[in-house]
């Protein structure tokens, strides 16, 4: 049973339109991840948030922004989407803390930029 | 964060146990080996995790040498769908990132 949900699964859309990526989670907890997967290659962290109207940038440099304006909602946006955008993006969220029991990942959404 | 290596495929005959080795020569003392795997293109999934003392869950055991230098995540009988890629990731505690590097492609085979 999926804790976290991102939608949509897949995605086809055209060069130059806006994007949302969807995720929320029922979990409650206060720190989520975005990560940008090329068909098998690495996981690279691209937006995280620590809560409640906080976001920093990843590791990997990304045209894409996020916002967290509710605990269990941090959607991902491209404002103008580009072919070099498609890949798969996973959405994960964690509690934090000493020893904490790790990342729960979502599904993912698979975009395709033509 | 203390990088790792490991392998980058393995493979363990069904029923088999599967024992995924991986270095972590630089981890500092607060520094805790988080085990994840990924089954085909999907987000991957929390398997383990341990700071010095052996672990073991449904799902695996994890065995850290002493001198924490190195560990071995080991599925007791590998079943086709323990086919995944394995990551193993030195997280620092207090930090709630994660670094995921290559892994290791793990093929079960019947």
């Known amino acids: 049973e999926a804790d976290i949900y991102q939608t949509p699964r897949y995605l086809v859309i055209g060069t130059g339109k806006k994007i949302t990526l969807e995720c929320s989670q029922t979990?409650?907890?206060?720190?989520m991840y975005w990560y940008q997967q090329d068909p098998g290659m690495e996981l690279h962290l691209i937006h995280y948030s620590y809560g409640v109207n906080s976001t920093e940038k990843g590791d990997l440099s990304s045209e894409s922004t996020v916002s967290r304006i509710r605990t269990e909602h941090f959607p991902l946006t491209l404002e103008s989407a580009r072919p070099s955008h498609t890949s798969q993006y996973l959405c994960?969220?964690?509690?934090?803390?000493?020893?904490?029991?790790?990342?729960?990942f979502g599904s993912g959404t698979r975009l395709t930029v033509v | 964060d203390a990088k790792t290596t490991q392998p980058p495929s393995m493979d363990c005959a069904e029923g088999r146990a599967a024992n995924l080795p991986c270095n972590h020569s630089?981890?500092?003392?607060?520094?805790?080996v988080y085990w994840y795997r990924q089954i085909h293109s999907q987000g991957p999934q929390y398997i383990i995790h341990?700071?010095?003392n052996n672990e073991t869950n449904e799902m695996a055991s994890l065995i850290i040498t002493e001198d924490r230098k190195s560990s071995t995540l080991i599925l007791p009988h590998a079943t086709l769908r323990d086919t995944a890629v394995y990551y193993c990731i030195v997280k620092t505690s207090g930090t709630y990132k994660y670094i995921f590097g290559t892994g290791t492609r793990l093929k079960v085979l019947a």
């Open positions: 341990g700071l010095k």
């Open positions: 994960a969220s964690s509690v934090g803390g000493l020893g904490d029991y790790g990342y729960t």
């Open positions: 630089t981890i500092s003392g607060n520094e805790y």
């Open positions: 979990m409650g907890h206060d720190k």
